[in-house]
């Protein structure tokens, strides 16, 4: 392909070629503090490409293609270019990724052990990500949790965070200094724009994390925290996961593990303040028993 | 630049990957995986000091392989309940009857769909026992329907409603509209029992199959695959009797062609004609990022598959009815 970069994002390294500059250029900005793949060997491949020669040129149309794609995948504008790599990624985690269970959840970490928080789209949990690692937390993730079946351990996977719709201005607001990428207007999923994790999110991506806290995150309602029994957990998070059902036995053991070893509360919340301190409330709780959990 | 005969070299002789820089296994691993050989890879490379990324990379396509194994056998031990009481004996075809019967072509090998052969008078039968098994048709397209029981080989494909893996049942090896009409009732006659209930092709007929699929009916996708397949088997099992029983067929030439081909691409010297080197061009157009090359060949193939098929005013028909649905055009994969 004409233009090539290539990235490590916590333990997984992409190579992505594209028939255009643009989205390239600013994956390269974006990403500019992140390393390259380990052995200079990436995980997966993605392609941006145009459906039909002239369409490099005319009306350009992006293709997301790469090891593993879904057939009916539609092409973007090439304004939204960078879009489409991010979700190439995404598509090559989401299909491909054996070695860890993926969770569709934000994760933080505060003193070595993670804060999990997985919903449907639009739950908040990319906000609360963003705004909770511009208040001390460490940026785990925005999209994946990979829980390593061996360790019990969650992986960092700081890719960009993904804003979508209001959270844009929200984010733009709690984080002023932060490193936004380029806004694009009418994206499938709305507006979109990215915020690249701070510094410290990325120097530490290597460090795995214990799990210790998992949230079920909904906006929208008033404010309001119960418990989760450990069936529903269960049931929420195979949903949740992209892989288990390809990771078989081994799947289902890590996430029994996971729903046993950790409690789970449901947060509704109207507004992101009081849904920080619902996620602060939900951490401390946490604090009395911890000497006490064992699996 | 780097194509299929990268993957090829890395299969025949695993040892030659180890003088490979990073670019060289960034193509290898992104072809490999175009041509769904990631796992026949690993398989080959294992116990070899490569590095450590790549040894990542290489020990979840094994996991993976594994796992999709166990579903391809448990999906065969699903039809071999349903089939039994009916009476209907389970012969398994490619990719499943290779694990069941613990095959080299077996090893690693990615397995897609179910394929399972049966007596022509009883598809009747064996289609109404999967469908009160829970498998449910996928294509909802009456043409595509009708076209499948009127001139294929196989019945429209099936795919289980809860389990979510399909089932291609099929009759014979070829369409009824190809020239060429193999002996299906011989293929089950010599059928060989793999486990209690559980049968595959003799070896013989298993080669004559991967010929038969990979010249006789599609455009070559796969190719690398179905040869190394053909490569494995003769490994296994050696070609005695090969050249009568695939003339009994009527596959003499195609089957005679794949033993050259695979021979060609997995490491043996072998004369090959003109007609031989543009299958290898074909089967071999994969560049470094996995990607399709070579169209005019690529689209060619596409052509003479359809051409094999079926007569050619059919043909016309056929192509100008899935056109105007915007169906038909040579795969990209």
Known sequence: MRHVFSVRIGPIGFRIGSDWRTPIDQLAGLYRDYPAPHDGVPDYTVRLFAARPWRRFVRPSVMIGGDFVLPEA??????????AAEMGMNLQMALGQRRYLLLHASVVERDGRAL?????????????????????????????ALLDPATGLVHPFPRLISLKNQAIAVAEQAVPHGRFGPLMEGTPKGSIRHLVPGVDAIAAMETPAMPALL?????????????????????RLTQASTNYVAMGERGFTALTRLVKSIPAHAIDYLDTDSALAQVEAAWADLGSDLGGRHE | MNDGWLLARALCTPGDTLALDAAGWTDLLAIARAEQMIGTLAHRLAGLPVPKSVARILDDARASAEQGRIIALWEAEMARRVLTAIGVPLVLLKGTAFVAAGLEAGQGRSIGDLDILVPRDRIDAVEAALL?????????DPYDDDYYRRWMHELPPLIHRERDRMIDVHHTI??????????????????VALQPGVHGLSPNDMLVHAAAHLFADGDLAGGMRNLWDVHCLVGDFGTDGLAE????????????RALRLAAALYGARVRLNLADRLYLRRLTARDGWGWPTRPFTRFGFYVRSHWLRMPPAMLARHLWTKWRKGGAGPASG
């Open chain 1, 74 to 83: 539609a092409p973007l504008p090439l304004a939204q270019g960078l879009l």
């Open chain 1, 215 to 235: 949230l079920f995150p909904s906006f929208g309602f008033d404010a309001a925290t119960r418990d989760v029994a450990q069936s529903e957990v269960f049931v």
């Open chain 1, 116 to 144: 999990l928080m997985t919903g449907v789209s639009g739950s908040g949990k990319s906000t609360l990500a963003a705004l909770l690692g511009a208040r001390g937390w460490r940026l785990m993730g925005d999209e994946f």
């Open chain 2, 174 to 191: 070829l369409p009824l509209t190809a020239r060429i009409t193999p002996d299906a009732g011989a293929l089950l006659a010599a059928r």
């Open chain 2, 132 to 140: 009160a098994g829970g498998w449910e048709w996928v294509k909802p």
């Open chain 2, 245 to 256: 029983r695939a003339a009994q067929h009527g596959l003499a030439r195609e089957t005679a």
